[in-house]
DNA sequence: CAGTGGTCTAGACCACTGG
DNA sequence: CAGTGGTCTAGACCACTGC
């Protein structure tokens, strides 16, 4: 029993015999089920968001396993930005509502690249209602049509211009007490409120990008000129386990910022 | 003296007494100055790219250190797809003429999502020729304004229909002898060739996008009509170091296709 | 079968944080 | 000072590759 770590809440290593029933044999490392096990901790929320988890040499007792499997598995959820190192103090939950990264999805920056220099952005909720599902909406949010969802259209302004104009979709039962009055409230990111309040931590998401033309509505809720073209970006954001929970659909304005994107 | 290694080729981990000698102390883990050490045989050409890098054993004895420590500097390595590691066989520098991705940066899809529907791209060099550096080209490439560059400009066809017309930029040195034949001629990508052939590989890039309307020659190009939108894609790309080695302005079609984008 | 990368362990020591 | 994460080591064994 080289790595097979113990009896009561650890996992096994073993081909074929763990856990894993399935077709594929699917040896699965130590440290990866160690993982799972952390990750299962942080979905079921009995760490919070922002607080520590347990010191490795804890978890290590706790899983039977060595410190260093432990610290493997939290160097890939650190990899991952689901938790957050630091030294002498301990490992914490990562949040999106620290750290002033007002946006940590948004890749929208201003053509100067100094983020900070137009101080923090206006925010109009335009719109804010519950409604049917349509087709598209339910398929990106794995719903039915049909279903209960919350929409919220919204403006951002930096430096005074108007510069996002933004839908977005929420599956109605999630976000069951979302008002217009609680999101134009709050300050801070829209995640933070969205983890506080309704306990729904976005972890991931992907964009599409493409160039448009808007219509007349949209020129007007952006005050540009017809004919003026913006960036279409659709965002899916999910939770933990890639559960899609909300569904973006922006238009930016690129003439006065870019999207910048990092390729490796 | 813990870990500090040896005598002849290899590295010190003491604070401010190592080769780091700088204004500050600056703290460099064992295993990062064996990554630095690594990198700079990957940049001289010791190893080329597609070669196997010694063992982890070999590379822990030639720098006497063990071979968690070396593992370390190569996961690192293998974490910015500089190298590959494939089990059983060794550790390969990474190099863009496998693999059949081939277009590791290239971030539009067709609107189906099955990049493998369409085939391989046919590739038109509508010119190619010498000239001097614009101000902001020589600004983007970290040249003089006037010094001599190699301007090709292409169109992509994805199932016959043109779309993406691109410019790009090389600075004239590295790529002296580089003609729109030998382009033409290649199969395979463009950043293959500049491996084999120029000995430049690139390694990261960075991505400024905008909505724009093309002009009527670029419509002509694109055979599409005015007033399409398309989406205007800056790309600097670098080789190690993050030294640009190439500007690249691209207009892409996204009717049928969208540019895809992972968020984490 | 030998050689490679991949996992796991146990223990030592270092650097940083806060009381 | 004790507690945390961070580094380094040495050794064992596993999984995969190719001869």
Redesign the interface.
């Known amino acids: 029993m080289s790595h097979s770590p113990a009896d009561h809440e650890a996992p096994s290593a073993e081909s074929g015999s763990g856990p894993t029933a399935g077709l594929t044999p699917a040896f699965s490392p130590l440290y990866q089920q160690i993982k799972g096990l952390i990750l299962q901790s942080l979905q079921s929320g009995e760490w919070k968001p922002g607080a520590a988890i347990p010191s490795e040499m804890d978890l290590a007792a706790r899983y039977r396993v060595s410190q260093g499997t432990v610290r493997k598995a939290i160097d890939e959820l650190a990899?991952?930005?689901l938790v957050v190192r630091r030294q002498g103090k301990g490992t914490f939950v990562a949040t999106h509502a620290e750290h002033q990264v007002q946006y940590r999805?948004l890749?929208l920056i201003p053509d100067n690249g100094d983020v900070n220099s137009e101080g923090p952005a206006q925010r109009d909720i335009i719109d804010c209602r519950r409604l049917r599902a349509s087709a598209d909406v339910a398929r990106a949010l794995t719903l039915r049509t049909g279903d209960a969802v919350l929409q919220v259209r919204r403006v951002l302004s930096f430096a005074g211009v108007p510069t996002i104009l933004e839908d977005l979709w929420l599956p109605g039962g999630p976000f069951k007490g979302l008002t217009a009055e609680r999101l134009s409230e709050y300050r801070g990111p829209m995640y933070a409120l969205f983890e506080t309040e309704f306990g729904v931590r976005m972890v991931?998401?992907?964009?599409?990008?493409?160039?448009?033309?808007p219509d007349p509505a949209q020129c007007e809720l952006l005050k540009i000129s017809m004919?003026t073209?913006?960036?279409?970006v659709e965002?899916i954001a999910c939770t933990y386990n890639d559960v899609p929970m909300e569904l973006r659909r922006g238009l930016?304005r690129?003439?006065t910022h870019?999207?910048?994107?990092?390729?490796?």
Chains 1, 2 share one sequence.
Do not use: M, Q
């Open positions: 990899a991952e930005n999805f890749k991931r998401a992907e964009e599409h990008i493409r160039a448009v033309v004919g073209p913006l960036l279409s965002r930016y690129t003439d870019h999207y910048r994107n990092e390729l490796n």
